[in-house]
C-alpha cells in the first residue's frame, strides 16, 4: 500500500528555518505532481508548493521568496524549506502526490497525515 510520510514539522520561532520532508513508500509506478498544501483550523486548506516530475516548481505568492519546494525522484521524495517563518505561517502542513501504481493505471491523489509547524513570536 502506497502512503507519504512526512516529517520535519515542529516549534520555531520567527524568523526560524524548517525543513519538510515527505517520502511516498510502497509499490508505485511512477510519482508525477507532488505538493505541499496547510490548513489552520477554521480556514479552507491551501495549496503553498508545487512541483511536477520534470521541476518545474510553483510557489504560492503568500510564501515566496521565503519558501522553496524540491524533489528527489529517485527517492519518490519532496521538500519544503521554509525561511523566515512567521508566526501567520503556523498550520498544519500536508504532503500531496499524484501516483501512477502500473503503467497501466491513471494517477490518483495521495495525501500524507499532515505535520504541525508553529511559529512563536
Known amino acids: 500500500q502506497v502512503q507519504l510520510v512526512e516529517s520535519g514539522g515542529g516549534l520555531v520561532q520567527a524568523g526560524g528555518s524548517l525543513r519538510l520532508s515527505c517520502a511516498a513508500s510502497g509499490d508505485l509506478f511512477a510519482v508525477n505532481d507532488m505538493a505541499w498544501y496547510r490548513q489552520t483550523p477554521g480556514k479552507q486548506r491551501e495549496l503553498v508548493a508545487m512541483?511536477?516530475?520534470?521541476?518545474?516548481?510553483m510557489i504560492a505568492d503568500f510564501v515566496k521568496a521565503r519558501f522553496t519546494i524540491s524533489r528527489d525522484n529517485a527517492e519518490n521524495a519532496v521538500y519544503l524549506q521554509m525561511d523566515s517563518l512567521k508566526p501567520e505561517d503556523t498550520a498544519v502542513y500536508s504532503c500531496?502526490?499524484?501516483?501512477?501504481?502500473?503503467?497501466?493505471?491513471?494517477?490518483?491523489?495521495?495525501w500524507g497525515r499532515g505535520t504541525q509547524v508553529t511559529v512563536s513570536s
Open positions: 512541483i511536477g516530475s520534470g521541476g518545474n516548481p
Open positions: 500531496y502526490a499524484r501516483i501512477r501504481l502500473t503503467a497501466w493505471m491513471g494517477a490518483s491523489d495521495y
